[in-house]
Every structure is written in C-alpha cells, then in structure tokens.
C-alpha cells in the first residue's frame, strides 16, 4: 500500500517528469538494451528509432501514475497494452528491469533533482503499476491458454497457402503444424508472427491483424510488404515474409489478441472505413456482420492509392453484389489510366455524408494520417466518441 505522502509526491512530480518525458524514456531504452541485448528479440528497432515506442511507454506510464490511487480508471488502457505485452509474451520477470533501468534514467536525467524520496516514491509508484500489468495479462495468458485450441506462448504454423492481393499486399494462410485445433478470434483481433531471418541477429515480432472472418480452420493475415512502393527502406519482417517465405514453411505464432472488435450487440448501420492495409481487420469485420447480423446495414469505404494496389477487389465487389444490406465504395487517391472508384483524392466530410448514415458505428484502420483524417471528418459530423472505434497498426498514438 502506498502512503498519501508517497501518493502526493508521485502526483506532484508527473508533471516534472512529463516534461522531460521523451528524454526519460529515450535514456531508459539505452540503459536498458545496453544492459539486457537479449530484449533486442523483442522490440521493435524500427519504432525505437522512431521514437514511437519510447513516447507510448512514457505516457503510459506517466498517465498510470497520475491515477495511481484509483488505476481501475485506467483499466481498458492497461488491457489494451497488457494484449500487446501478452501477444510480445513479456513475463512477470521483465518487469524489474524495466523498472531498475527506467528509475536509473529518472536519475541520471533529472540529476540533483531527482532527491532520494521523489526515487523512493517513483520505485514504489512501478512496483504498483508493473502488479497491475502483471495481474492483467496473468489472466490473458491464462486465457489464451484455456481456449478450446488456444496455447500459451508461441506456436508453430505452416502456410498452407500465399496468394498475392495486389501488387504491395499477400496473403498468408496458416494452420497448426501440430494439426491441433486453432482458438476462436473476434473480428478485428490479430496474431503475432515471430521470425529469425538469417540476416538478422535478434528475432523480430510484429501483429498482423486477422483478415478474414472467424470460424475456418486456419488464420489469414495480409502483409502489406513495407518500403516497397514509396522508396522508404525495406521492412524486416514484412519484406522477409513476401521474400522469403513460402507455402510449407514455418512461422511462429502467439494467440489471437487485442481490443478493437466488432460490437455485435449493437445493430444500428456500421460503417468501415479502411486506407491501404487497414482493410485487414474491416473485411473479418465486414465478413462476420454479412453473416451474423444479415438484417443490419453496412457501408464498407476503402481508400487507396490506385486500383494497382487495391486488394480484395473481388471479394469486396462480390460481396457487395450478393448483400443488398452492403454498400461498398472505392476511393482512389491518384487513379491510374482504366481506374474506376467512386472517388478520387482523400475521403472528405461532404463525400461521408452522402455515403453515410450519421446514425452509425464507426470503425476505421489506416495509415496515421488518414486516421487523423478520418477522425477530424467523424469529429467535425458530430459522431459522439463512444461511436468512434478504431485502430494503429503501430503503438498507439494520438489523432
Ligand atoms: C495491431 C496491429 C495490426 C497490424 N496489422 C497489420 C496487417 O494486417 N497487415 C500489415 O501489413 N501490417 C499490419 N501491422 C503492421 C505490422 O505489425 C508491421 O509493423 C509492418 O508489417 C512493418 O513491419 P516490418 O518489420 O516490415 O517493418 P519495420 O522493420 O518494423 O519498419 C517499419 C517502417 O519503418 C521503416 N524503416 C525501416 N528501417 C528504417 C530506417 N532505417 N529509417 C527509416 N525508416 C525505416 C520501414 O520502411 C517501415 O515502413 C499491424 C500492426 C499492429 C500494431
Ligand atoms: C508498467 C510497465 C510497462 C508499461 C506502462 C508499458 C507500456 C507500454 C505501452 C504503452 C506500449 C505501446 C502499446 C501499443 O503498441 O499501443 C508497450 C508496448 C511494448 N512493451 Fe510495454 N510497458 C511496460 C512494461 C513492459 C515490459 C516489462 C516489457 C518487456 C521487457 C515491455 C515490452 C514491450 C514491447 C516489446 C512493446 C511493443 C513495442 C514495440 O515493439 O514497438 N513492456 N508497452
């Protein structure tokens, strides 16, 4: 239990290490890897670099200790990460040395100012927030694990089948090498793909959201293979899975995971909106409400850059034409010669309205600046918050 005067310095002192929060964390990541490479295996270098990482973990924690009195506040926060941590499968063991590592970075950044009570009440302050984490996904593992055809940790699966969906994304579809069951998802959750490719020296981890409805016999993800069209450097793990992996190899892989799925309780009109591989986790959306809530409307809105790199046009269309519940539409940012959409450049507030009912559920998934877009554009209609759903395909950010 933590004393009111600890409460009260902890409180107190957020705002102090707020400020020097980036600065923190960046130190924290150094210390920490410099002492412990082996959790090189488990972080992302690329959202490391990008400082991405560093500002998430550095809010998170600043936004616990803030409320460190009454965490239960934060609790969808701390399940939201906690399905990260448990699909990464980080142990109750890590925690201490993030907590060592995070609190020598405290004092190292803040210098004189970091007087022995402030680190005492900080230590204190972890240890709490690190048995709220911990509780959490003890009980996800747990979880995971008890699921008809679940498991704990990583397992191994074979691509049963790869099948190319446009010139930039292909999918992968997976089945137990055990030849065991596989465990139920929600639509919107994800897997997370472990690989060693023989250039690297750690392994890398990344979520690949499931991409088709729930209820086959294997999981499908799609990769959108990075760096391959705007002449940013090559993704890791993305470019080693359309490179190098092919049908009959094997890759590993932790339990469905993650907070963005489709409430079917509701049955007002949905809409989904989707930029470039955030298509992923709409058409397991899409798929699931066409079969489960036939009665309900649906407008699916995907944006891309050109017909070239659409996927699942096809299957949209066909869905479309077989579902006079669905309505689907195509924005195509810079449509190439024969390109046919509904619209061209960015998806606006006047182009939502006339697709859209305002009376709606609204999830979405695409890159950051077609999230903050999209958000701007629900925003601005005045859709209420608790109607706004979606998700990064990164750590989580601010739109
Ligand atoms: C919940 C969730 C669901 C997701 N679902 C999907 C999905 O369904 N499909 C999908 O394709 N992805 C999905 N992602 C993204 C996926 O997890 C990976 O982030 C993505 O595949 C890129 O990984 P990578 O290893 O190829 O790239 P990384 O190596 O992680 O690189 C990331 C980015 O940084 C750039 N980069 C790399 N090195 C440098 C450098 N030196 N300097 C500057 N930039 C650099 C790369 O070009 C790339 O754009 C999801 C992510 C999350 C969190
Ligand atoms: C109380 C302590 C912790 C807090 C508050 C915390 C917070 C966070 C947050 C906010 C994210 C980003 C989630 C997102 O993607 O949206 C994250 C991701 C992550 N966390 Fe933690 N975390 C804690 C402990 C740990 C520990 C002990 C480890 C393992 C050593 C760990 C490893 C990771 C990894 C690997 C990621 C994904 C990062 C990436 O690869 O980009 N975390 N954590």
Same mark, same amino acid.
Request: glycine share 6%; proline share 6%.
């Given at each position: 239990m933590l004393t009111q005067e600890t409460i009260d310095l902890i409180k107190s002192t957020v705002p102090v290490l707020e400020v020097h929060g980036k600065e923190i964390t960046t130190t924290f990541y150094q210390m920490m890897f410099d002492n412990h490479p082996e959790l090189l295996n488990i972080f992302n270098h690329a959202n490391q670099r990008e400082g991405k990482q560093p500002t998430a973990l550095a809010n998170a924690v600043y936004a616990a200790a803030a409320h460190i009195d009454h965490l239960e506040d934060i609790l969808p926060v701390v399940k939201q990460i906690g399905h990260k941590h448990r699909a990464l499968n980080i142990l109750p063991e890590h925690y201490p040395i993030v907590g060592e590592n995070l609190l020598a970075a405290i004092q190292k950044v803040l210098g004189d100012a970091a007087t022995p009570a402030i680190?005492?009440?900080? @230590?204190? &302050?972890?240890?709490?927030? @690190?048995? &709220?984490?911990?509780g959490v996904e003890a009980e996800m593992y747990r979880e995971a694990e008890a699921a008809p055809g679940g498991w704990r940790g990583f397992r191994s699966f074979v691509v049963d089948r790869k099948i190319k969906e446009s010139a930039v994304i292909t999918s992968f579809y997976l089945k137990p090498q055990d030849g065991g069951a596989i465990s139920e998802y929600l639509p919107g959750q994800y897997i997370t793909v472990r690989v060693k490719p023989d250039d690297q020296n750690y392994t890398h981890i990344r979520h690949y959201s499931l991409s088709a409805a729930p209820g086959g016999d294997c999981y499908r993800i799609s990769v959108k293979r990075e760096g391959s069209v705007e002449g940013k450097s090559e993704g890791v793990v993305s470019t080693y899975l359309h490179d190098r992996i092919n049908e009959g190899d094997i890759l590993e892989i932790s339990a469905p995971a993650g907070s963005f799925t489709l409430d079917m309780e509701k049955t007002m009109p949905l809409v989904l909106i989707s930029g470039g591989v955030g298509l992923t986790p709409m058409v397991s959306m899409l798929e699931t409400v066409l079969k489960e809530q036939p009665e309900r409307k649906v407008t699916f809105i995907h944006a891309a850059v050109n017909g070239e790199v659409h996927a699942m046009k096809e299957h949209i269309k066909q869905l479309d034409a077989s579902h006079p519940q669905l309505k689907s539409y195509v924005c195509y940012e810079k449509p190439a010669a024969g390109d046919v959409c509904d619209k061209t450049g960015f998806i606006d507030l006047s182009w939502l309205r006339e697709t859209a009912s305002l009376e709606s559920d609204f999830y979405f998934c695409g890159p950051l600046p077609f999230m903050r877009a999209v958000h701007q554009?629900?925003?601005?209609?005045?859709?209420?918050?608790?109607?706004?759903?979606?998700?990064?395909?990164?750590?989580?950010d601010t739109l």
């Open positions: 680190l005492d009440a900080w @230590a204190q &302050a972890y240890s709490v927030i @690190a048995d &709220a984490f911990i554009a629900l925003n601005d209609w005045g859709v209420p918050a608790e109607r706004i759903h979606y998700e990064f395909f990164g750590p989580a």
